[in-house]
């Protein structure tokens, strides 16, 4: 999609490389298919949360690719599901999970999500799938937020880009004004007509740069997720799945 990731595109790395783990140094070499497993572990992790009669959000991406499967394998009774992209939608639906839309719904009992990036006191980079706005209205609505990670994903401070939702209308002024921002190239506008783009200013206080993009006419929303909204988030490593309680 173009987005600029600060973790390793593993797409686009097929050999090996290193990455670090909260950012305490180099903790050895992985492959694409490593990372894969890993994810999947964390998102059978997940699945394992989710109980008969739930009501659950799920999220997007490719981690939460994995969770669908392992979702559907538990054959749960009752679960009333919201999907938080057509993508998801349509991969439940081909499952045999329930999906429907998020407007009768007015409360989820668990949402569960991938996250581009985890800070240490817990705060979250969303949205490189572009589905930051339906991701953040899932979480918000859910009593507890799940967030599944490989351990590329900690980092030890959250850095640029995050994503942005911005409302077609007076785009340019808007983009100005949440300056130095780009429109995501080649990225079709969200399912709510949200033009997607990617905010590159500094970001060494999440919750004041949050609270500025929130507060800008024009921004949807954004990508920045506070650790109040995430109740724990389950990193898969070589050694192994951890779950990390955060709010
Ligand atoms: C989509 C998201 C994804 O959850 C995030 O980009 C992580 O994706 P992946 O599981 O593919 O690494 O926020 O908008």
Same mark, same amino acid.
């Given at each position: 999609?173009?987005?600029?990731?600060?973790?390793?595109?593993?797409?686009?790395?097929?050999?090996?490389?290193?990455?670090?783990?909260?950012?305490?140094?180099?903790?050895?070499?992985?492959?694409?298919?490593?990372?894969?497993?890993?994810?999947?572990?964390?998102?059978?992790?997940?699945?394992?949360?989710?109980?008969?009669?739930?009501?659950?959000?799920?999220?997007?991406?490719?981690?939460?690719?994995?969770?669908?499967?392992?979702?559907?394998?538990?054959?749960?009774?009752?679960?009333?599901?919201?999907?938080?992209?057509?993508?998801?939608?349509?991969?439940?639906?081909?499952?045999?999970?329930?999906?429907?839309?998020?407007?009768?719904?007015?409360?989820?009992?668990?949402?569960?999500?991938?996250?581009?990036?985890?800070? /240490? #006191? @817990?705060?979250? =980079?969303?949205?490189?799938? %572009? *589905?930051?706005?339906?991701?953040?209205?899932? $979480? !918000?609505?859910?009593?507890?937020?799940?967030?599944?990670?490989?351990?590329?994903?900690?980092?030890?401070?959250?850095?640029?880009?995050?994503?942005?939702?911005?409302?077609?209308?007076?785009?340019?002024?808007?983009?100005?004004?949440?300056?130095?921002?780009?429109?995501?190239?080649?990225?079709?506008?969200? /399912? #709510? @007509?949200?033009? =997607?783009?990617?905010?590159? %200013? *500094?970001?060494?206080?999440?919750?004041?740069? $949050? !609270?500025?993009?929130?507060?800008?006419?024009?921004?949807?929303?954004?990508?920045?997720?506070?650790?109040?909204?995430?109740?724990?988030?389950?990193?898969?490593?070589?050694?192994?799945?951890?779950?990390?309680?955060?709010?």
């Amino acid at each position: 999609m173009g987005h600029p990731r600060t973790t390793p595109d593993v797409d686009a790395m097929p050999g090996s490389w290193y990455v670090s783990a909260g950012g305490d140094g180099r903790i050895g070499g992985v492959t694409a298919a490593d990372v894969d497993q890993l994810k999947r572990e964390a998102a059978q992790a997940a699945a394992s949360l989710v109980e008969d009669g739930m009501r659950v959000g799920l999220g997007t991406g490719s981690t939460v690719r994995h969770l669908l499967p392992a979702l559907a394998g538990r054959r749960l009774r009752g679960l009333r599901c919201v999907a938080t992209s057509d993508a998801t939608a349509e991969q439940a639906r081909a499952l045999g999970i329930p999906v429907e839309p998020f407007g009768e719904l007015d409360a989820l009992d668990l949402a569960i999500d991938g996250a581009d990036q985890v800070a /240490p #006191d @817990g705060w979250l =980079i969303k949205g490189g799938g %572009g *589905a930051h706005l339906r991701e953040k209205i899932v $979480a !918000a609505a859910a009593d507890r937020f799940v967030v599944i990670v490989d351990e590329r994903k900690l980092v030890p401070a959250l850095a640029p880009p995050v994503p942005l939702e911005l409302v077609g209308f007076g785009l340019a002024a808007t983009l100005g004004r949440v300056a130095p921002a780009t429109l995501r190239p080649d990225t079709p506008p969200s /399912p #709510d @007509g949200g033009v =997607i783009a990617d905010y590159h %200013g *500094a970001l060494d206080d999440p919750g004041a740069t $949050a !609270a500025w993009l929130s507060a800008a006419p024009g921004v949807a929303d954004h990508g920045l997720f506070p650790p109040a909204m995430v109740s724990e988030v389950i990193v898969a490593a070589a050694g192994g799945v951890r779950r990390l309680p955060v709010g």
